[in-house]
C-alpha cells in the first residue's frame, strides 16, 4: 500500500518523539503522551518499550538522539504520481485542493480507466460551473458556521425556497451524487445539489439554533455464503458502515450492519445485488421491502 494508516502512525509518533529529542526537550512522561496522543490503544505498550530497550537504536538511555536533524518524511515519485491522480477527479475539484509541489508530476492514472457498474449514469454536473460555484457556497457556509438561502426544484418539478442551517454534505456512490442535509426549527431536509437553482449564504446562526435532528438508527443482520470471494466483495461494498462479522463455519459469516434509516433504499440495492450468497436475518420490515421489491420487478418482466 502506498499509504498505511498502521505504520503512517507510528512513524508519525516516532517522528513527534524524536523531534523533541533532537531539540532536547524529551522526558519519559513526554515520550508515553506522544505516543498515546498520535499512536493506537496498544502502541503506549510497543513504542516506548522499543526506543528504550534499543530495539529501535533512535534513543539514548538518558532520551537523547544520535540524529542531528529533525526527522521529515517526504513523499515518494510514486506517491505524488497517486495523490496527483486524485485531483484528476472532477469531484476532489470540487474542494479547490492545492496542487503545491505536485505541479510537474504525471498521474498514475486517469478517471477514464475506470469503468463503474450498479450506478446510475445521471450523476452530478460536477464541471457546471453553477454547480461549483453552489458546492463551494455551501463548503464555505459549513466551515463558517452560517445559514443559507436555498432555491431548488422538487420532486415534481415545483421551484421551492428554504432558508436553513446547512448541517453536512453526503456522497451517494450509487447515485454518483452530493446532497445537502439542513436542519431548521421545524424539520430536516436533503436536498440533491443538482436541483439547486440558486444558493446565498447568510448570516452566522447560534448554537442554540442548531438543532438537527437525529438520525434514525437500524440494524441489518445478514447471513454471508462466502463463495466467488463474496466476504471480501461485502467487507469493500459496506466498507463506510459500523460492522461487526462473525465466522459461524468454514464458509458461512454474520455480519451485523449499522446504517441510517434514510440511507435504507440504497443499502436494500445494495444487498439485491449480491443475490444467493447474502440471506437477511433480521428486521423482519427489511426483509418484507426485499420481498416487495423482487415482486415489483417480477411483474415489470412479466
Request: proline share 6%; charged share 30%; with cysteine.
Amino acid at each position: 500500500m502506498l499509504f498505511s494508516e498502521v505504520y503512517g502512525s507510528y512513524y508519525g509518533a516516532v517522528a513527534a518523539v524524536l523531534t523533541q529529542a533532537v531539540d532536547g526537550t524529551l522526558t519519559g512522561e513526554e515520550l508515553e503522551k506522544i505516543v498515546q496522543e498520535k499512536g493506537f490503544a496498544e502502541s503506549v505498550l510497543a513504542i516506548p518499550a522499543a526506543l528504550r530497550d534499543g530495539t529501535w537504536p533512535l534513543l539514548t538511555t538518558e532520551l537523547t538522539t544520535p540524529l542531528c536533524h529533525k526527522p521529515t518524511m517526504p513523499l515518494t515519485t510514486l506517491q505524488k504520481r497517486w495523490l496527483k491522480s486524485l485531483l484528476t477527479d472532477p469531484r476532489m475539484a470540487l474542494f479547490s485542493p492545492s496542487i503545491a509541489g505536485l505541479e510537474n508530476i504525471e498521474p498514475l492514472y486517469t478517471p477514464d480507466v475506470f469503468v463503474y457498474f450498479d450506478r446510475y449514469g445521471d450523476g452530478d454536473p460536477y464541471h457546471n460551473p453553477q454547480y461549483i460555484a453552489h458546492f463551494r457556497t455551501i463548503l464555505t457556509a459549513l466551515r463558517e458556521e452560517r445559514k443559507l438561502q436555498v432555491t431548488f426544484d422538487g420532486h415534481r418539478g415545483k421551484k421551492h425556497s428554504w432558508e436553513c442551517i446547512p448541517y453536512k454534505l453526503e456522497y451517494s456512490s450509487k447515485d454518483d451524487k452530493f446532497r445537502l442535509v439542513t436542519s431548521s426549527p421545524r424539520s430536516t431536509l436533503s436536498i440533491n445539489l443538482a436541483r439547486i437553482r440558486a444558493c446565498t449564504m447568510l448570516e452566522p446562526y447560534t448554537q442554540e439554533e442548531f438543532r438537527p435532528i437525529p438520525p434514525k438508527k437500524e440494524t441489518l443482520v445478514l447471513e454471508l455464503r462466502d463463495e466467488r470471494n463474496a466476504l471480501e466483495r461485502v467487507m469493500l461494498h459496506f466498507s463506510h458502515l459500523e460492522k461487526e462479522t462473525e465466522r459461524l463455519d468454514e464458509s458461512r459469516y454474520r455480519v451485523t450492519l449499522n446504517y441510517e434509516r434514510e440511507d435504507e433504499t440504497e443499502l436494500l440495492i445494495r444487498v439485491l445485488s449480491f443475490g444467493p450468497v447474502l440471506r437477511v436475518i433480521s428486521p423482519n420490515r427489511f426483509i418484507k421491502k426485499m420481498r416487495e421489491r423482487i415482486e415489483k420487478q417480477l411483474r415489470l418482466r412479466a
